[in-house]
């Protein structure tokens, strides 16, 4: 089993619409959760980070862990073009000194 | 703002050629790291460093050293540059591991094509 698993997609959402993706974690320990925007030809960048159970949200963007679940999601609403990317999942093991990355889902937002 | 520079953003080599990818970073971070990026692979990690002259092995370190000698620079040497080694080496650091310090910040990344 895979430290962190997502669904590659593709996910098509039309603009205005909820998106939401998904991430499961094997590691029960894990402390720290992070969600990377990667647009194409691009490096990752930091959109969202959690550390406690819940909702976290940051202007369109939501967060939420379950870590009875191990899972954590990350929501966008209102959706727009500029949001087509590929999001990456990433979680820090309970061992704590290594980041772990999903594969990545690529989302696309339809005008 | 942080900044992580990678020396290349594009590189093209033959096989065999002994390859340096260059990596630095100005927010005097502790821990500094080389991933390859393969699609359908997803982001895997190479090595990464905690401190000057320390380095680990990370999932794939098969091919490739690295070397910290200044705290701010690590630097990716592939010995003997095959064509499997073709990808996108992204370079990225953080100030450490405690809540609120472990943002990884990547470069911009290096298309590396072996021949």
């Known amino acids: 089993q895979k430290e962190v698993e997502q669904n590659s997609g593709p996910l098509s959402v039309p603009e205005g619409a909820i998106a939401s993706l998904n991430c499961t974690y094997s590691?029960?320990?894990?402390?720290?959760f992070f969600w990377y925007r990667q647009y194409s030809g691009k490096s990752p960048e930091l959109i969202m980070f959690i550390y406690s159970n819940g909702d976290k949200e940051d202007g369109r963007f939501t967060a939420q862990l379950n870590k009875a679940s191990q899972y954590v999601s990350l929501l966008i609403r209102d959706s727009q073009p500029s949001d087509s990317a590929t999001y990456l999942c990433?979680?820090?093991?309970?061992?704590?000194?290594?980041?772990?990355f999903g594969t990545g889902t690529s989302l696309t937002v339809i005008p | 703002d942080v900044k992580v520079t990678q020396s290349s953003r594009y590189l093209v080599k033959r096989t065999g050629e002994k390859v340096f990818l260059e990596c630095v970073q100005d927010?005097?971070?502790?821990?500094m790291f080389w991933y390859r990026q393969d699609p359908g692979l997803g982001l895997r990690l190479i090595y990464f460093?905690?401190?000057?002259?320390?380095?680990e092995k990370g999932d794939i370190p098969e091919g490739y050293s690295v070397s910290r000698e200044k705290k701010e620079r690590f630097s990716l040497i592939l010995e003997s540059a095959s064509t499997n080694q073709t990808s996108m080496y992204l370079c990225?650091?953080?100030?450490?591991?405690?809540?609120?310090?472990?943002?990884?910040?990547f470069g911009s990344g290096t298309q590396l094509s072996v021949l």
């Open positions: 460093s905690y401190d000057v002259k320390m380095k």
């Open positions: 990433a979680v820090i093991l309970n061992t704590g000194n290594q980041f772990y």
């Open positions: 590691d029960r320990g894990s402390q720290s």
């Open positions: 927010m005097d971070h502790e821990n």
């Open positions: 990225a650091s953080t100030s450490g591991w405690a809540p609120g310090d472990e943002k990884l910040f």
